[in-house]
């Protein structure tokens, strides 16, 4: 962490139990001093790059019991340079990411891209609403919240000082554009489903505006489709009749809690009869509390696609990549990629200024979970 952080033990507790992810509680503090530089790049150069969860150490092998060369913290950001299967007893997954001067254990990284976008200075009409959706495609932004804290986690991390941080992948509505005294262009970034009143400015250059093709069906005229999630093998396939046309990786809802206390509060419902009737682009998610130590307070959730009672649905996730594991509260964590594919494949269709669909009693696209 950056040798200007402060936090105290009773702030850390506080953050680290509404956490932005189920089961990977970690705070996201660190002050910082101004936009995403252009010409001071902050981000190595290359192709591919890794940012950091949370505290992680450098192996001189792909082996947690070998010599540690380094440590990283929250949000540091590495080269991807390859993937290699090493040893790691905690879980199944084997994939170490080399880094260059050493190893780091890959489900502790969450794979990015530095892309920087050229902004959108006039905000176009969609329907009844002027703005557009975006998608971060930089590994992070710093935000400046615009009005007092709404949200529980913003008002945790204002208590230390920091700002927040919009990461790669995530996805926002931005409704406006201005340019800064220092020349930096920056959007008014916020959430419209499921979130609270919290509205930012970030730098414009770290947003991707989407397009109307992107949330443009696959496979509209196809009526025999079905999602099967195997909560034993962590898997997700897509099908269309007896083909699959799709299939990854995913983290379930386990059956223990974040401290490995047995329990069926965070399963995944088992059932045949599931069937998608709400979706969103972004969604702000939240449940559990400080208290019970198992809160969390997520925003932009992207791709979010409900299936079952009590918000149970496939969903983008930001805050971990440790697919093949039992890792969320019951929802079906995909990477980006999968759960954009899911958004877009399954019904109903959603609209894009809206950005969501809610319908009650439809019967979309089937959804199996099964053990």
Known sequence: M???????????LKISALGLGALAFRPVLRPVAGWLPQSDNPFPDSPRLGRVFAKVDVKARPDKDSATVNTLYDDAVVPWLREVVGSYE????????DIGDGYIYAPDVQPVLNQPNTPVQSMPQK??????WVEVTVPYVDLYLINEPASPYLKLIMETNARPRFYYSQVFWVDDFK???????????????GGYSDVFWADARAFRALTDEELTPISPNVEDKKIVVNVSYQTMACYEGKTEVYFDRI??????????????????PV???????RKYISLHMEGGSAASGSGYDMF????????AQGGVAVHSTYWHNNYGETMSHGCVNATPEASKFVFRWTKPDVPYPDGKIEVSGYVGTKVEVIE
């Open 2 to 12: 950056d040798k200007n952080t402060r936090i105290n033990r009773r702030d850390f």
């Open 90 to 97: 905690r879980f199944t997954n084997r994939k170490w990411l």
């Open 127 to 132: 329907g009844d609403l002027k703005g557009m």
């Open 179 to 193: 340019t800064a005294d220092d020349g930096t262009p920056l959007y008014r970034v916020g959430e419209r489903h």
């Open 251 to 268: 983290s379930s809802g386990g059956k223990y809690d974040y401290l490995g206390n047995p329990t069926d509060k965070y399963s995944t």
């Open 271 to 277: 059932g045949l009869n599931h069937v998608i009737n």
């Open 300 to 307: 932009g959730v992207a791709w979010t696609s409900i299936f």
